[in-house]
């Protein structure tokens, strides 16, 4: 199953509202995860389920979507977010990951 | 507090192999699923497969069904990953990562910090 992400970089400044997208060649049943990999280091896992936050993650970031369409959402980025962000499906026992969005400051 | 602790980097011949180890501490992987995916110098990333340590079955991702073998030792709590006939296009970093939460349900919830595969003459 193909996952598309999009933009594949972008620009905010800190405080704004900031959304990342993914679409999935195929309905995916909400099995739908996003990280967050930041230089040098392994990725983090964000959201799983398409919008349950793992614990320890803070409540700015959220995830919605259904089908084949999906989204994170930054509700007020901080400097701390830049990093690339990754999406990716586990549906029908295949894990795909999309080719990622760069988050830098403005 | 759970971790996994991936083996040092490793500098491979082209047509040779190399066996990566992940050792995890602080969760029974018998109650998981372990993955191995892959991340090319300035990529993104590639599930390779999962083995359930449990009872060894394993999946893998097509590309990569004659070049990696999953296994994994319960005794030692550590799940291994074998790369074969080693080219210039392995070189990637490889980390492992954990299922968590009941059932499993979790997918990728802890990482390893990732072994770096050179592969030169």
Redesign the interface.
Same mark, same amino acid.
């Given at each position: 199953i193909q996952m598309t992400q999009s933009p594949s970089l972008l620009s905010a400044s800190v405080g704004d509202r900031v959304t990342l997208s993914c679409k999935a060649g195929q309905n995916i049943n909400n099995y739908l995860?996003w990280?967050q990999?930041k230089l040098g280091e392994?990725?983090?896992?964000l959201i799983?389920?398409a919008n349950s936050l793992?614990t320890g993650i803070p409540s700015r970031f959220s995830g919605s979507g259904s089908g084949t369409d999906y989204t994170l959402t930054i509700s007020s980025l901080q400097p701390e977010d830049v990093a690339t962000y990754?999406c990716?499906q586990?549906n029908s026992?295949?894990?795909?990951?999309?080719?990622?969005t760069k988050l830098e400051l403005k | 507090e759970v971790q996994l602790q991936q083996s040092g980097a490793e500098l491979g011949k082209p047509g040779t192999s190399v066996k990566l180890s992940c050792k995890v501490s602080g969760y029974n992987i018998r109650s998981t699923y372990m993955?191995w995916?892959n991340q090319r110098p300035g990529k993104?990333?590639?599930?390779i497969g999962?083995i359930d340590p449990a009872n060894g079955n394993t =999946?893998y991702?097509e590309k990569f069904k004659s070049k990696a073998t999953l296994t994994a030792d319960t005794s030692s709590n550590t799940a291994y990953m074998q790369l074969s006939q080693l080219k210039s296009d392995d070189t990637a970093i490889y980390?492992c990562?954990m299922d968590g939460g009941i059932l499993r =349900? =979790?997918?990728?919830?802890y990482?390893?910090?990732?072994t770096l595969v050179t592969v030169s003459s």
């Open positions: 995860a990280y990999q392994a990725p983090k896992l799983y389920n793992q990754f990716q586990y026992w295949t894990w795909t990951f999309g080719g990622g | 993955h995916v993104g990333l590639e599930w999962r =999946i991702a980390f990562a =349900i =979790i997918p990728f919830a990482w390893g910090q990732g």
